[in-house]
Structure formats: C-alpha cells, structure tokens
C-alpha cells in the first residue's frame, strides 16, 4: 500500500521563530527549539519527522520564505 | 520497506515539491516574525515566475515598511514617494504599454496620503495592478492609526481604541474604487493560512492575466497582520485579525468581470 511520506528542511539561520508555521502544520510535525539561532530566535523544526505528509502548507504560510518541502510516495 | 525509508531517502531533487521562488532575491527580509508582507512578497513573485514574466513586469514600490521591497524581488523596480505609486505606475504603462505594471502599497500610502492617486488611476482605469496590503495601521512609523484602522482598534495614536465619533469612520477603500468604472476586477484576500495563501494566489494570477486585456485596473486588497503595531505575538494577530478585521473587511471578490458573473 502506497503511503505518503514529506520532509521539511528549515532554513534555521533565517528563521523568525514566528510560528506561524508550526500552528498550521496539520500533523504535529514542526515544534519551536529550546536554543535560539544566531538572531536569536527560537527557530522551527521538524521535532516528529515521521508524521510530515509533505503538504506543504508550513512552507506557504512561511513569511520569510524559509522552509523547503519534499515528498515522496513509499 | 517503510521502515527502511529515512529522512534522507525523501531528502532527494525529485521529491522537491515547496522550494523558494527563485523570482525572490537571497536578501533577508526587513519584516517584524510573522509579518503578512513576507507571505506576500512571495506569492507575488511566485506568480511573476509561473506565468513567465520576469523580464516584462516593473513594480513600483511604497512608502511604508515594504519600502525595500525593490531588494527582495527580481524585477525591475521605480520606487515611488509616499502614496504616490499610482500616479508613477500610470506614467510606466502609457509609455511601456507592453510591460505588466504593478503597484504594491499600504493602507497609509493608499488610503491615506495616496488616496486621490488611488482613486483617480481606478477611475481613469490604468492598466495596472494595485496590490493593497491592509493591515490598517501606520506600521513602519511606530503604529499610528490609519483611515483603515477598525472601530474600536488600538494604535499608538488611539491608545483607547478609535472612537469613531471623534476620529472618523474607518475607509474601506476597496468597496469605493470597485464602484468606479475604471476597475476591471477588485478582490479582497489575506495571506495567514494555507488555503487564504492559495486563495491570493489565485487572486493574482487572474488579475495578472487580465492585464493582458487592457480592460482597466485590477485592485487586490490583502487585509493583513501587523504583530508589532497591534501589539501581539504573530499567531495571536492573526487570530485577531480573523475576529476583528475580517467582519469589516470581509474576504472574497468585489467586482468580477462582467462575462464571468454573467454565468
Ligand atoms: C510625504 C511623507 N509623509 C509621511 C511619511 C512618513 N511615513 C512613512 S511610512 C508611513 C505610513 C506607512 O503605513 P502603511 O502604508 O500602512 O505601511 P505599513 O508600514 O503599515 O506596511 C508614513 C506616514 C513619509 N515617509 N513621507
Ligand atoms: S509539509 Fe505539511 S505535514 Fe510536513 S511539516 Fe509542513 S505542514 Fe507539516
Ligand atoms: S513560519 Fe518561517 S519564520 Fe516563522 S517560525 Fe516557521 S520557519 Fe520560522
Ligand atoms: S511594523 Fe508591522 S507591518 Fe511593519 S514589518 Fe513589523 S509587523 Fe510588518
Ligand atoms: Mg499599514
């Protein structure tokens, strides 16, 4: 059975820590880091890789334009 | 077999499905975190990009904090002074009728210092696009309040809510130039969530393809956060912009193309 499976790759460097993102990931994928990047911004990451679909809606609603979204059937 | 598939085996060119336009520019963006400009900025230049018109569109920016917005995308550029883009893009288009013209502004650059460039390039119906970012607010100034600020709404100039009896009735633009004969197509969108994102994408694309008509100015108005003026954290502005600026400023089209809404 075909399944969906997505990645994220944030660009943390330029993250805002905004979270706008990870309040619209519908799977739970995407969580704020304890640390802060060099801005000093808590920066998103995929805390739960596993449950990425790869729908992409993180990297739409992203102001800074900073998450990059694969997908792939397995 | 899915448990042998790891991050890396996605990780590959061919997954590729959501990657930053290259229309937009590696330049940092100056915004506020979670500011609707951003979100903005790269539909728009999604769009450019899609339909192929890098090398034909000249923007014309404001003034407002998307005053830079000529480093962010790779377009040829004019900056314009302080509400005054209208009247610039009007110039661009009569002598470069071939060019796809856009304005992108304010509230305060269009409905407030710009609005009789607004009106009077809707009514002569300029062949251009007005991108209008409301976020009903002076957000690059310190938060002030605009003609576009809400009824009850705090701003640094209204710090206990606007009063309408003492300082006027907010402006909704938009609903005034769609009555104009001038405007070709007039949509309301906002930027905050996936679906509003494809929405607006949407949006843009119409109206850069009705450009290509030369049937009279496309206005898109995209109400919008301003998590540094209005006071909130990013995710809180764009719940209060869902509550509060979206019962005035309700989304969806205004004025359509008359062979559309004959349908
Ligand atoms: C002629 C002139 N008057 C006033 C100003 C000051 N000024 C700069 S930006 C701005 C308002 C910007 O508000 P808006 O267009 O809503 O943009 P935002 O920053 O909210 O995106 C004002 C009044 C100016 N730069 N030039
Ligand atoms: S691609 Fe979709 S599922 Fe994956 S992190 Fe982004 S929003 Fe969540
Ligand atoms: S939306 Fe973009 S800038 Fe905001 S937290 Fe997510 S990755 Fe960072
Ligand atoms: S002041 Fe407001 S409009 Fe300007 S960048 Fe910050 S959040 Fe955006
Ligand atoms: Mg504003």
Known sequence: MAKIRGSIVVNID?????????????????????????????????ANPDLCIGCASCAMVCPDGVITVYKTKI | MAEATGIKD???????????????????????????????????AEIIGEEGLQSQTIGVSPVGCSVLLYNYLDIDWQEA??????????????????????????????????????IHSCNRGENILIIFINNGIYGMTGGQMAPTTISGMKTSTSPYGRDVKLMGNPLKITDIVATLPGTYYVTRQSVHTPANVRKTKKAMRKAVQYQKLNKGTCFIEIVSNCPSGWKMTPVLSNKWMEENMFPFYPLGDIKVPEEKSAQ
């Not at chain 1, 519908?26 to 969580?31: N, Q, R, Y």
């Not at chain 2, 996605?10 to 937009?24: A, G, H, S, W």
Request: aromatic residues 8%; proline residues 6%.
């Open chain 2, 10 to 44: 996605i990780l590959k060119p061919e997954n590729l499905v959501y990657n930053k336009t290259k229309i937009m520019t590696d330049n940092v963006l100056s915004y506020c975190p979670g500011c609707g400009h951003g979100t903005a900025h790269r539909i728009l």
């Open chain 1, 14 to 46: 330029r993250c805002k820590g905004c979270e706008v993102c990870m309040v619209s990931c519908p799977t739970g994928t995407i969580a704020m880091a304890k640390e802060v990047n060099h801005k000093g911004y808590y920066y998103a990451y995929p």
């Open chain 2, 81 to 118: 002074a302080h509400g005054r883009a209208p009247a610039v893009a009007t110039a661009i288009k009569r002598l470069l009728p071939d060019k796809f013209v856009f304005t992108y502004q304010g509230d305060g650059d269009l409905a407030a210092i710009g609005t009789a460039e607004t």
